[in-house]
């Protein structure tokens, strides 16, 4: 069993660290250790004090605690500490996806959210983002597992209240099985925290992190939520994979969570206007069609002139401005382009300039 290439890796290895304004990343552009623990208020001798053994394999109790806090009615009994949320979502379709199961899910997606399970023998239901934000459009699947993922990558789309509280609401009538992956969770549209949908008792599973929202990517944490039996077979199966997580990540991470409310308003204000000025200038970018503001997480989806193909365009806007962004084509959606918004502000107003200048793009 093997999964398909990871078609987004390739690209983003070739170009996230030569790009003068990196919008094809999918996170916060990264800070540097002195900065993190600044954010998180370690001090160097904080790190020197860290015993390097291995961590407990569920993580160190203070984060998993520190984790269950950002759920309400979620016990540190019913978090894992994993090695990303890429970790998590691989233990989970695991135990959570039998072959022939059938996994309902946001169309277009985050590649991992589909191949680990169509690997697994799973048929994949695609539910396309148009229509994927409302209630009624789930009430109409019959799957044996449903993803949601929100706020969403790669569209930036989420539920209103009252698509959400009718979704949950038939979930737990019809007794469904969902994963929840809130990668995004920090970034909401508005307010300081979004909302989750997770809550074990009624097997609404959860995947998560902060990494990608803190500018944090190469800590390498991230959890899965779960009811207790749950949690003890991805644990099972962890220790035959990464077993545990760096005590140094686990650390720096704890401190993360612990101080967030002091950095946090920071990257949302930072978040919140590279959209708003990509909104108000994208129809300037040659040969665009469509965009609509992302209502949550750090990622957009923009459309562009029919016949255009998205990686021509990629990579002639890579070569003549440095700005790079991905093509939808490696979203498996032809016609549209991956828009991150993770990029410092004076990048981002510069990115968008060479790019409305640049006429002679197709
Ligand atoms: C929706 C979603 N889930 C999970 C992941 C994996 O995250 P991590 O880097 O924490 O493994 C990503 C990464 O882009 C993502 O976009």
Not at 87 to 92: F, H, S, V, W
Request: charged share 25%; proline share 5%.
């Amino acid at each position: 069993m093997e999964p398909r290439e990871f078609f987004i890796e390739d690209r983003l290895e070739r170009f996230r660290l030569k790009a003068f304004c990196n919008l094809g990343e999918s996170g916060l552009s990264h800070f540097l250790l002195e900065e993190v623990m600044d954010m998180g208020q370690i001090s160097w001798k904080d790190l020197a004090k860290i015993p390097m053994n291995d961590s407990p394999n569920q993580g160190s109790l203070e984060l998993r605690q520190a984790i269950a806090d950002l759920y309400p009615g979620v016990s540190a009994e019913q978090v894992l500490v994993t090695t990303g949320t890429g970790e998590a979502l691989y233990l989970t379709f695991h135990i959570a996806v039998p072959q022939k199961a059938k996994v309902a899910l946001i169309w277009p997606a985050f590649q991992a959210l589909y191949e680990i399970p169509k690997m697994l023998g799973a048929e994949t239901i695609k539910v396309p983002h148009d229509r994927a934000f409302l209630a009624s459009t789930w009430k109409a699947v019959d799957a044996d597992l449903y993803i949601i993922n929100h706020p969403h990558n790669p569209t930036g789309k989420t539920f209103s209240d009252s698509e959400w509280n009718a979704l949950i609401a038939h979930f737990k009538e019809q007794k469904k099985t969902v994963l929840f992956d809130e990668h995004y969770r920090f970034l909401p549209g508005v307010g300081s925290l979004g909302r989750t949908g997770v809550d074990p008792k009624h097997s609404f599973y959860g995947t998560g992190s902060f990494t990608k929202c803190f500018g944090v990517t190469g800590l390498r944490v991230g959890w899965l939520v779960a009811e207790e039996s749950f949690l003890k077979r991805a644990r099972s199966f962890k220790d035959y994979l990464t077993h545990t997580v760096s005590p140094i990540s686990e650390r720096i991470a704890l401190s993360l969570l612990q101080s967030k409310e002091s950095f946090l308003p920071k990257i949302q204000a930072r978040v919140r206007k590279n959209i708003q000025s990509f909104d108000s200038h994208w129809k300037d970018l040659p040969h665009t069609k469509s965009f609509t503001a992302p209502q949550g997480g750090l990622v957009g989806w923009l459309e562009l002139e029919s016949g255009i193909s998205s990686e021509v365009y990629a990579d002639r806007l890579f070569e003549k401005t440095g700005v790079f962004v991905l093509p939808g084509i490696n979203f498996e959606e032809e016609g549209y382009l991956r828009i991150g918004f993770g990029e410092r502000e004076d990048r981002m107003i510069e990115g968008l300039s060479r790019w409305r200048e640049c006429t002679d793009l197709i």
